[in-house]
């Protein structure tokens, strides 16, 4: 089975793992997504397979109402996409750049199916702004779509009445939602058996973060195993090289059936790329203090971290400049908000994370600059598409960074599962009988909330466990850890990230260098990037610049929130005690230099405790100790504290040590010395979850008899202390031994707190 072989390059179908490429001509074709990339003069064949003239009318027809243009028509490749779908009720992937209008694939066929008969169209979507974009789209179109997301859990209800009343065209859901125990067993089997297309955007999540990041991505493969032969399944992305491509045609041949792929070129001509490297990161904020208002029209600027895109954009809003961050950590209506202000040029830039991405929509986004590089071409490609696709050009700048590899290692690993913790979950699960919560299973197996959640999904996926009300059980089903699959994943994340590099020091075109990386056969020199035509960008960074940088920068002072509850189930491991901590025996509001993921201080500090376990405990550096100072110079505490006390450490003691001595030296304050561990301490070390963490600590920590009666005799609170704050557990167990001898108040201080 296959598309009719054409003139201009030929168009072919094959089962996964041959290769099919779209007619190189642009046909003057327009979708709701279309990019001025893909409009041409050329006027495209009446029928490029020839199959049935009629249905391409009527899909013309529909395309036209769609675009609200007489003279539309279709780019090449989208009517053979919508035409293996509906008159051949084929499983087929779609490979194109951004702006060639996917969408108008999916709507167009979705409603000639509609009008065949055929069921509602599911969309597997991975984001909420993806969500109500393609809602937004489908209803200028005429397309009745509904979305059953986190955002909208009160209207779930009357758009199920909707769906059984037929007056649903499309439905989009998150791949979560296909294991949430309601949607999975009650709604999705009524779905299975009506629908009429299944489509898998962003189809690339199957592999890049199915794999880990995203596991119920993995799980759209069981779902396409259980329709029925005669619904067709779509899977679209922008973003695939070859071995991703390889990994998507695997899940839709599910079954043994043929996949229909069709790949176009993916280069972006409207992008004018650019690499500019700097000495600091303080050059690189002072960059975008100096340059930022001559990127045209508005834009986005996306940094690796949550707190790297808040401290940017504060930096650049204290400097003048109308921005806003968009994180995972911003409120959804609050990033609703802020798409809104992009869109309507309210703003000059969103300060971003990966977080704004898929589905955002902003056809004349004028700039994109990364401060740090993503760990692949792939993603790069896809976050730079975001720009230029409704205008003649627009600038791509990357301002690499020297910490990019070492977030990159963080990401690649940090969600892999663990064999030993997994197999800790599934006897914990067993030994339960019946289902447990997550907070549950927290008391049971030493692992925070979100990791444990993953590996909880790696695991459904895998039909070990399984969602139900009330939490997880084991499905009694043995589990074996793939570690050849989660190795050869490793390893195709290290050659990416090597190949970002590679990007980043080629001489060569570089809008060429990304195609190639996605596979694309027909990549060439752009004649636009810095390489093919000069640098178009300004490399200076004046004096005025890097001091504006510089004071965002030096900011220091980070609060520490005092722990003011039990963690649940501490009784479970020993610790008899629930509910509120007493105030009575409770810290106050700390503070920590800064977070390790900071700007400015943030790095040296992720320096610092890197390199502990390489190299021997040192005294205190005095710029460190003198900004330490700082903070405490801007802390608005009730009461001056009268008197400095140390943790016990056993990495760092001369660290800990001579930084409590010296801020006691500097302040003038009475240094008393440090606490001391009782028996064996703590036994854990950092790290675990809050419950485990917790009943480590408690008990491990007393006051010194040598001073323990100074404590009560002391005017005012007390500073404990510490190198670094994870969980906050050793710092509140200091505070209650504190305390409890007598001491009126204590004020955490640290260096460094994790989060």
Known sequence: MGVKRTRNPPLTGRKHGASLHSNRRQARGVGPHCDTDAVSNDTAPASLSGHDPALREEATAILRKLVGREDADFHDGQYEAIEALVAGGRRALVVQRTGWGKSAVYFVASLLLRARGAGPTLIISPLLALMRDQVSAAARAGVRAQAINSANATEWGEVMARLDAGEVDVLLVSPERLNNPSFRDTQLPRLVQSMGLLVVDEAHCVSDWGHDFRPDYRRIRELIGQLPQRVPVLATTATANERVVTDIEEQLAVGGTDVFTLRGP??????????????????????????????????IVYTLTVSGAEDIAALLSKAGFPVL??????????????????????????????????????????????????????????????????????????????????????????????????????????????????????????????????????????????????????????????????????????????????????????????????????????????????????????????????????????AIEPRKLYPTGADRLGVP?????????????????????????????????????????????????????????????????????????????????????????LGGLRYLGSLEYLGDGPRLGPGGNSVYRFADVRGSLGVPQSW?????????????????????????????????AGAPGVLPLVLGMVG
């Open 708 to 740: 323990a009666a100074d404590l009560a005799q002391a005017p005012g609170p007390l500073l404990l202390v510490d190198d670094l704050s994870d969980s906050r557990w050793s710092l509140t167990e200091g505070a209650r031994v504190l305390r409890e």
């Open 266 to 299: 993916l280069a972006r001509t409207s992008l004018r790329l650019g690499v500019l490297r700097l000495p600091s990161p303080r050059a690189q904020l002072g960059w975008l203090v100096q340059h930022l208002n001559e990127l045209p029209g508005s834009g």
């Open 577 to 665: 005690v629930k509910g509120k901590i007493p105030e009575t025996v409770q810290a106050l509001e700390g503070r920590a230099l800064a977070r390790l993921t900071d700007l400015g201080w943030g790095g040296r500090l992720r320096t610092l405790f890197e390199a502990a376990n390489a190299t021997p405990d040192a005294p205190i550096e005095q710029d460190l100790l003198q900004a330490c100072v700082k903070v405490l110079g801007q802390w608005d505490w009730a009461q001056r504290p009268v008197g400095v006390v140390s943790m016990p450490s056993r990495n760092r003691p001369q660290l800990v040590g001579s930084l409590a001595a010296g801020i006691a030296q």
């Open 325 to 558: 961050a968009y994180t995972g950590r911003t409120d959804p209506a609050e990033r609703e908000r802020a798409e809104q202000a992009l869109k309507d040029n309210q703003v000059k830039a969103l300060v971003a994370t990966s977080a704004l991405g898929m589905g955002f929509d902003k056809p004349d986004l004028g700039f994109v600059v990364h401060v740090g590089a993503p760990g692949s071409p792939v993603s790069y490609y896809q976050q730079v598409g975001r720009a230029g696709r409704a205008t003649d050009t627009a600038d791509v700048l990357l301002l690499p960074g020297p910490e990019d590899r070492e977030i990159w290692r963080y990401f690649a690993t940090a969600s892999m599962p663990d064999e030993a913790r997994a197999q800790a979950v599934l006897a914990a699960l067993a030994e339960a009988g019946g289902a447990l919560s997550v907070p549950a299973l927290e008391v049971r197996v030493n692992l925070r909330r979100t990791p444990l959640e993953l590996l909880l999904k790696v695991l459904a996926v895998d039909g070990a466990v399984e969602r139900v009300a009330g939490g997880w059980r084991s499905t009694g089903t043995p589990w074996v850890y793939d570690a050849d699959r989660y190795a050869r994943v490793a390893r195709a994340r290290l050659d990416e990230q090597n190949a970002m590099l590679e990007y980043e020091r080629t001489t060569g075109c570089r809008m060429e260098f990304l195609a190639r990386s996605l596979d694309d056969a027909t990549a060439a020199p752009c004649g636009r990037c810095d390489n093919c035509a000069g640098a178009w960008y300004s490399g200076s960074v004046d004096d005025v610049a890097q001091q504006t940088a510089g004071a965002g920068m030096d900011r220091v002072g980070v």
